[in-house]
C-alpha cells in the first residue's frame, strides 16, 4: 500500500482542491483529510458518515475546591501558566501533564479526560474517506491526524486499496509531521508568491528530514511566471521534482461556490487537464518506486 | 492595545493585513507568530539587530542512579518516556517539558538539559518594530518559540500579531491575551467554514472581534449573510485586484503602491479602538 500526502508550507495554496480532484480521477483509494483543525475537503467531497469516533484529547486538571488549601503550589510549578492567581484552570492552556496533581499535598486534583474532537469514517461516490473535527481550540491535533491516519490504513487494507491520498494542514509543525510520517511521497503545492517560495523551501526541507521523496506543483502559475522559473530552478537544484503548473483561473472559485471538484465542474479547462496530466505524473512515479 | 489576526484558513490575507495595517499606523510592533512559516520579513526586510535561541528543557537521565522503576513513564502523559529493565528510553518529539518525570523520580536521576528547537528575532523596517520567530524544520511543537515572541510584547506601543493558520494550540497561544481580533477571511465555501471555527474559538476566549474579507468580489455572498444574521461587524473589504495580488507575489506590501490604502486602515484601527 502507498501513501501521498499533499501539504503546502504556507495556507491557501490550494490543497484541497488539488486533492479532491485527484480523488475524483483516482476512483480506487482512500481518501483522508488530516487537516483536522480546519478540514475542508468533506465541503467539495461530500462524505456520508458511516461511523463516528471520540478523540480523547490531552486531559484537563481540575481542583476539588472542598480539598484545597489555596497553597498556591500547583500555579508555582505550572510550566503553562495554567493556573491563575485565583487558582482556576485555564482550560485553553492546560496541556493535562499532571504535575499539579504531583505537588499538590491536599491530593486536591485530578485530571479528567475531555473529549477533543471526532474522528469520522464515510462513504463517497470517490470510495472511503477518513476525516476529523477538532474541537476549536484543542490541543493535539497531531494525535488526532495519527488517528485519520490509522483509520484510513485499516479501511485501505479491508477494501484492498493500494493508495491512501492524504490533505495535509499548512505550516511544518506537529499536524504536519504526523501527516507525513511513513508515507511514500509528499507533493507541495505553492505559488508563484514570495512567500510562497519561502514556505515551499521549508516543506522540502521537511520532507528531507524525514527521507520523504518530494513533488512540486505550482499552483496560479501565470500570476508571476518570474517568480514560477525560479521556484522550478530551485526544484532541479534540490532534487523535488516539478509535477507540474496550474494556471489561474476564477473556474476553481465557482467550482468550489458549486461545492464541486474542478475537475467535475469543468472537465474541459485547462485546470483539470493539468491537474489530470499531474496526477498521471504521480501515479507514475510512485508506481516506479517499487 | 494588543490587535490579532487570524483566519482558520490559510493563505486569506492575515500576513497582508497585518503589514498593511503596520505601515499605515504609527508607533507599532509587529509580531509575526506564525513560526512555522513565518512571512512578515519577506514583506518588511528588516534589519536584524537581535536574535535569541528557543530552547525547551528536556530530561536527561542518569543511568547511573536510575533502577527502572517506572515511575516517570508512568506519570508522562505524553508517552515520552520508555522503561525497560536496562534503560530508559527518551522521545523528544513527544516531550512537552512539563517537568514531571523530574519530580515523580524516587532516586533524583533525571535532571533537565536545554533543547534548542528555533530562534527569535528582532529588527525594524520602516519605522515598525518587528519580531518574528522561526521553528527549526523537523521540530513539532510551536507553541515555545510563539511564547517567546510574545514575551517581547511592549504595550506601550499598538502591537499587531499575525497568528498561523487553523484553529488548534499554535492559534489559542498567538491570540490569547489580546484586546481585539481581525479575522481575515475570502467570500468563498471553506473561507466561510473556517472563519465559523475560528470565532467559536474567539467566543471560548471572550476575545472581541471583527471581520475583514480579502478577494471580495471572488465567490458567493452567503459570508455576509452570516455575518449579518449573527451580528458580527465586517469592518473591511479589500476586493479581489489582480495588481494587489501581484504586488503581494513580488513580496511588496500593497500600501506602499496604493497609499490611499493608509486611511483605510487608519479608519480601521479608530472602528476597533471604538469598540
Redesign the interface.
Known amino acids: 500500500m502507498k501513501q501521498i500526502t499533499i501539504l503546502?508550507?504556507?495556507?491557501?495554496?490550494g490543497k484541497?482542491t488539488i486533492t479532491a480532484s485527484f480523488a475524483v480521477l483516482a476512483h480506487d483509494i482512500v481518501m483522508a483529510d488530516c487537516?483536522?483543525?480546519?478540514p475542508?475537503l468533506h465541503?467539495l467531497l461530500h462524505p456520508q458518515i458511516m461511523k463516528t469516533q471520540e478523540f480523547k484529547g490531552?486531559?484537563l486538571a481540575v481542583i476539588d475546591r472542598t480539598k484545597c488549601t489555596e497553597c498556591g503550589l500547583c500555579k508555582n510549578?505550572c510550566?503553562?501558566d495554567a493556573i491563575d492567581d485565583s487558582l482556576q484552570i485555564d482550560p485553553?492552556?492546560c496541556?493535562?501533564?499532571?504535575?499539579c496533581v504531583?505537588?499538590c499535598p491536599e491530593e486536591a486534583i485530578s485530571?479528567q479526560e475531555r473529549i477533543s474532537g471526532y474522528a469520522f469514517i464515510s462513504k463517497t461516490k470517490y470510495g472511503t474517506m477518513s476525516h476529523a473535527r477538532?474541537n476549536?481550540?484543542?490541543?493535539?491535533?497531531?494525535k488526532l491526524v495519527t488517528l485519520v491516519r490509522h483509520n484510513a490504513r485499516q479501511v485501505a487494507e479491508k477494501e484492498n486499496r493500494e493508495l491512501i491520498l492524504i490533505d495535509g494542514?499548512?505550516?511544518?509543525?506537529?499536524?504536519?509531521?504526523a501527516s507525513i510520517s511513513g508515507v511514500n511521497a509528499g507533493l507541495v503545492i505553492t505559488?508563484?508568491?514570495?512567500?510562497?517560495i519561502?514556505?515551499l523551501e521549508?516543506a522540502l526541507?521537511?520532507l528531507r528530514?524525514?527521507n520523504i521523496s518530494s513533488f512540486v506543483c505550482v499552483n496560479m502559475y501565470d500570476?508571476?511566471k518570474e517568480?514560477t522559473k525560479r521556484i522550478i530552478g530551485f526544484c532541479e537544484k534540490n532534487g523535488a521534482e516539478i509535477a507540474g503548473t496550474i494556471p489561474f483561473d476564477?473556474l476553481v472559485?465557482k467550482a468550489?461556490?458549486a461545492?464541486k471538484t474542478v475537475v467535475e465542474y469543468a472537465p474541459r479547462s485547462a485546470v483539470s487537464h493539468e491537474i489530470k496530466v499531474i496526477w498521471k505524473e504521480i501515479l507514475s512515479a510512485l508506481k516506479g518506486n517499487e | 492595545m494588543i490587535l490579532s489576526i487570524a483566519s482558520?484558513?490559510?493563505?486569506?490575507g492575515k500576513?497582508t493585513v497585518a503589514v498593511n495595517m503596520a505601515l499605515s499606523l504609527k508607533d507599532v510592533q509587529l509580531l509575526d507568530c506564525?513560526v512555522?512559516?513565518p512571512?512578515v520579513h519577506?514583506?518588511l526586510h528588516p534589519e536584524i539587530n537581535e536574535e535569541k535561541p528557543v530552547y525547551v528543557s528536556t530530561p536527561q537521565v542518569n543511568e547511573e542512579l536510575c533502577d527502572h522503576c517506572g515511575k516517570c513513564s508512568e506519570?508522562c502523559?505524553?508517552n515520552a518516556l520508555f522503561v525497560t529493565p536496562e534503560k530508559v528510553l527518551f522521545f523528544t518529539?513527544l516531550c512537552?517539558?512539563?517537568?514531571?518525570c523530574l519530580?515523580?523520580c524516587p532516586k533524583n536521576a533525571i535532571t533537565e538539559k536545554n533543547l534548542k528547537i528555533g530562534e527569535i528575532k528582532m529588527g525594524v523596517a520602516e519605522g515598525v518594530e518587528l519580531v518574528y520567530g522561526e521553528?527549526n524544520?523537523?521540530?513539532?511543537?510551536?507553541v515555545p518559540v510563539i511564547k517567546d515572541v510574545k514575551k517581547q510584547i511592549k504595550s506601550s506601543k499598538t502591537v499587531i500579531i499575525d497568528s498561523?493558520?487553523?484553529?488548534?494550540?499554535?492559534?489559542?497561544e498567538s491570540v490569547?491575551g489580546s484586546d481585539y481580533c481581525l479575522l481575515v477571511s475570502e467570500p468563498?465555501?471553506?473561507g466561510l467554514?473556517?472563519l465559523r471555527?475560528?470565532i467559536?474559538?474567539l467566543e471560548?476566549?471572550n476575545i472581541p472581534f471583527g471581520v475583514i474579507i480579502n478577494r471580495a468580489g471572488?465567490?458567493?455572498r452567503k459570508i455576509y449573510d452570516f455575518c449579518e444574521e449573527k451580528g458580527v461587524p465586517i469592518l473591511l473589504e479589500i476586493p479581489f485586484q489582480r495588481k494587489i495580488?501581484?504586488l503581494?507575489?513580488?513580496?511588496i506590501p500593497f500600501v506602499v503602491e496604493m497609499p490611499e490604502w493608509r486611511r483605510e486602515f487608519r479608519l480601521l484601527m479608530d472602528d476597533i479602538k471604538g469598540v
Open positions: 503546502s508550507g504556507k495556507g491557501g495554496t484541497t487537516d483536522v483543525d480546519a475542508d465541503m490531552p486531559k510549578s510550566r503553562f485553553f492552556s496541556e493535562g501533564c499532571g504535575v504531583v505537588v485530571l477538532l476549536p481550540g484543542e490541543a493535539n491535533s497531531g494542514p499548512p505550516g511544518i509543525g506537529c499536524p504536519v509531521i505559488e508563484p508568491t514570495v512567500s510562497g519561502h514556505d521549508r526541507q521537511l528530514h524525514f500570476i508571476n517568480n476564477p472559485t468550489m461556490v461545492g | 482558520g484558513k490559510g493563505g486569506t500576513t506564525d512555522e512559516e512571512n519577506l514583506l506519570f502523559e505524553f518529539e512537552h517539558s512539563c517537568g514531571g519530580l515523580v521553528l524544520v523537523g521540530e513539532p511543537m510551536s498561523p493558520p487553523g484553529a488548534s494550540c499554535p492559534v489559542i490569547h468563498t465555501p471553506f467554514h473556517d471555527i475560528m467559536q474559538v471560548g476566549l471572488i465567490g458567493d495580488a501581484e503581494y507575489s513580488r513580496g
